[in-house]
T-cell receptor, first 111, second 111 residues
Framework: QKEVEQDPGPLSVPEGAIVSLNCTYSNSAFQYFMWYRQYSRKGPELLMYTYSSGNKEDGRFTAQVDKSSKYISLFIRDSQPSDSATYLCAMSAGAGNQFYFGTGTSLTVIP | DVKVTQSSRYLVKRTGEKVFLECVQDMDHENMFWYRQDPGLGLRLIYFSYDVKMKEKGDIPEGYSVSREKKERFSLILESASTNQTSMYLC??????????FGPGTRLTVL
């Protein structure tokens, strides 16, 4: 079983839609959870960072962590064509530990 | 603004050549990482370092070595490049809050 599972998509939505991206994981030791956005041929850009459970909001982006279900989500409100990218989830047990990544979900927002 | 830089965006080398990929971070981070990213396989960890002169093997270290002589610099070395090492190489660093930041990537082609 992989440490982190992520639906690769592709996901295609109309502009203005709410997008929900999800990852599940198996290791209950994970405490740090991240979402990255990666444009084609570029390095991943850190979008959201959450420690332990709960919600975090930053503009149109909301990250949720449910440690009891081992499930994390990223919501994008009022999606824009510029949000078209691959979104990667990542998680870690803490400093000095490896990071584990999902394989990424490809998102296209259609104008 | 946090910054991880990589020495080259694009690199073309021949089979058997020794290849050096350099990475520099300006965030005073303890931990640095080298990944490769291939379609369908996601990000795979090659090596990481949690301190100067320290290194740990990741999931796919074969055919690679690393050097960390200074805190801000982490080098990846391909001792004898092969065609199956054609890939996107990503360097990253993380600090005490365990947020991981990536560089722009080096797209290496081995002919």
């Amino acid at each position: 079983q992989k440490e982190v599972e992520q639906d690769p998509g592709p996901l295609s939505v109309p502009e203005g839609a709410i997008v929900s991206l999800n990852c599940t994981y198996s290791n209950s030791a994970f405490q740090y959870f991240m979402w990255y956005r990666q444009y084609s041929r570029k390095g991943p850009e850190l979008l959201m960072y959450t420690y332990s459970s709960g919600n975090k909001e930053d503009g149109r982006f909301t990250a949720q962590v449910d440690k009891s279900s081992k499930y994390i989500s990223l919501f994008i409100r009022d999606s824009q064509p510029s949000d078209s990218a691959t979104y990667l989830c990542a998680m870690s047990a803490g400093a000095g530990n490896q990071f584990y990544f999902g394989t990424g979900t490809s998102l296209t927002v259609i104008p | 603004d946090v910054k991880v830089t990589q020495s080259s965006r694009y690199l073309v080398k021949r089979t058997g050549e020794k290849v050096f990929l350099e990475c520099v971070q300006d965030m005073d981070h303890e931990n640095m990482f080298w990944y490769r990213q291939d379609p369908g396989l996601g990000l795979r960890l090659i090596y990481f370092s949690y301190d100067v002169k320290m290194k740990e093997k990741g999931d796919i270290p074969e055919g690679y070595s690393v050097s960390r002589e200074k805190k801000e610099r982490f080098s990846l070395i391909l001792e004898s490049a092969s065609t199956n090492q054609t890939s996107m190489y990503l360097c990253a660093s993380s600090g005490t809050h365990n947020e991981q930041f990536f560089g722009p990537g080096t797209r290496l082609t081995v002919l």
